[in-house]
C-alpha cells in the first residue's frame, strides 16, 4: 500500500504508543506517508473514528489494545467491545489487536469475534516485529504472532471440536472455579455443566475422572 496510510493508535499507555509510532515513523516505505491519530481509551477512540468518517477521510489501519478503560456511557467494556464497533463503521480498515493476554481461550475468542488483521502479544512483540506485521497487515493480512501461530497449529491439528461454552467451562475450572458456581458463570443448569464435563472428560480421554487431569489434557492441546 502506497501514499498516505491514516492510522488510529488506541492504547492507555502513552509510553507505548510513542513505541509503536517510532517504530512505524522509523521503518515505513518512503511510497508512504503516515498521518497517525492517538486515543488513550474508548471515548477518544470513538470520537477519532466518528471524525473520520464525518470528514470522509476514513482510517486505514487501527491498533487496539484490548485493555482500555471503559467507555463513559457503558457501552464498550474493553478495545474488543470498540474492535467489534469498528468493524461495522470503518469495515475496510484493517484491525490490528495487541494484548498482553496470551490464555488459548482469550486468542480464540478475539479470533472468533474479530477475526483481526493482526494480532500480536505484547510479551511477544520487537519492533522489527511491529515493523513487518505493519507491511503484512496492508499487503497480505492476516499477520499473527509466534504465540498465537503456534495456538492456532495446536488446535488446527487436534481432532477435538469443544464449543464456546465447553471452552468456558475449560477455562473457568482452570482459574479455580468449582463445578457448582460454573453454572452461575454460564447461564446453565448444573446438571447440564455436569453433562458437558462429562462430555470433554470423554473427548480428552481422562481416565481418573479427575478435573485436573481434564484442565492438563485441555492445556497441552491449546484449549486452555
Excluded: W
Excluded at 516505505?29 to 473514528?49: F, G, T, V
Amino acid at each position: 500500500m502506497e501514499g498516505t496510510i491514516r492510522i488510529l493508535m488506541i492504547d492507555d499507555h502513552p509510553m507505548i504508543i510513542e513505541g509503536y509510532q517510532n517504530t512505524l515513523l522509523f521503518t515505513k516505505k518512503d511510497n508512504q506517508h503516515l498521518e497517525i491519530d492517538i486515543a488513550n481509551n474508548c471515548d477518544e477512540a470513538i470520537y477519532y473514528m466518528d471524525k473520520s468518517l464525518k470528514t470522509a477521510r476514513p482510517y486505514d489501519v487501527l491498533f487496539v489494545d484490548i485493555s482500555l478503560p471503559p467507555s463513559t456511557d457503558g457501552t464498550m467494556s474493553s478495545g474488543e467491545d470498540l474492535a467489534v464497533h469498528a468493524r461495522t463503521i470503518l469495515p475496510k480498515a484493517k484491525i490490528v489487536i495487541l494484548t498482553m493476554f496470551n490464555e488459548s481461550y482469550r486468542i480464540h475468542n478475539i479470533i472468533q469475534t474479530i477475526d483481526p488483521d493482526g494480532f500480536l502479544i505484547k510479551s511477544d512483540l520487537t519492533s522489527s516485529e511491529l515493523a513487518s506485521a505493519f507491511q503484512a497487515v496492508l499487503n497480505n493480512p492476516p499477520f499473527y504472532s509466534g504465540t498465537v501461530n503456534s495456538y492456532l497449529k495446536k488446535t488446527i491439528t487436534s481432532d477435538i471440536y469443544v464449543d464456546e461454552k465447553n471452552r468456558k467451562i475449560l477455562h473457568l475450572l482452570s482459574q479455580g472455579v468449582k463445578t457448582k458456581n460454573l453454572a452461575e458463570h454460564l447461564d446453565l443448569s448444573l446438571s447440564a455443566v455436569e453433562k458437558r464435563k462429562k462430555q470433554l472428560k470423554s473427548l480428552f480421554v481422562v481416565e481418573d475422572g479427575e478435573d485436573e487431569t481434564l484442565i492438563n489434557e485441555a492445556r497441552k492441546k491449546g484449549f486452555i
